[in-house]
């Protein structure tokens, strides 16, 4: 088996993200990232080897698309969260099944886990104790990751033959419910997003905030 020149680990991982957006994470193998690259399969193996290997390169490159580190000069934790949270989402709505990635990934590359450790360590020097630093960067990657898994779910549906928007709501829904999605309240969208992020931000300045008060 030889060396294909030209290849390299973040070749195939460009090429896997630009297969991802036409046919699905499902849709996307090792043969079929081999068939666009024009090798074949074992011409892979020198840089990833199974299916795994290339899902967790996929979803360590959307990890970092939206820039990892500690926050800018004279940027305050909140804002500096808000960011990266803001971010985060577009990198993952930016690919079909984006969030579906980041959830099947096993691992990350060093270097990640390192710019990961520089923005706990950030919020260490504001305050933080590590475990309440690593909760809220956990909790906030969990809200978002499902909350656009949702997105993208709902995005698939409606693209269905005969899929009717709101369909599950036809037929006697509720007063106050038809309200609240009059006003902006669907589950979906940027007006959500921003309604939980807030809380998960104004939740953590509390629990820090209790932690500074005296005994």
Known sequence: MNKRPGLSRQLLIDTALRLLDE?????LTVRRL??????????????????????DGMADAICRTPGMGP???E????DWLTRRARAYR?????????????????????ETVRLFDQELSAMVERGFTPALALHTIASLTSYMNGFVLQEQTARQEASLPGDQ??????GGTPATLMAAIREGG???????????????????SAALD??????
């Open 186 to 204: 669907s589950p979906v969208g940027e007006q959500a997003f921003e309604h939980g992020l807030r809380v998960l931000i104004d939740g953590t």
């Open 75 to 78: 940027e305050s934790w909140q």
């Open 165 to 170: 928007p709101g369909g599950a709501l036809h």
């Open 210 to 215: 209790r932690r500074s008060r005296p005994a």
């Open 23 to 27: 046919v699905g994470l499902e849709g």
């Open 34 to 55: 081999a068939a666009e690259l024009g090798v074949q399969s074992p011409a892979l193996y020198w840089h990833i080897r199974t299916k795994q290997e290339l899902i």
């Open 71 to 73: 926050p800018r000069d």
């Open 90 to 110: 577009t990198s993952l709505l930016a690919h079909r099944d984006g969030a579906h990635v980041i959830a099947r990934a096993r691992s990350l590359s060093p």
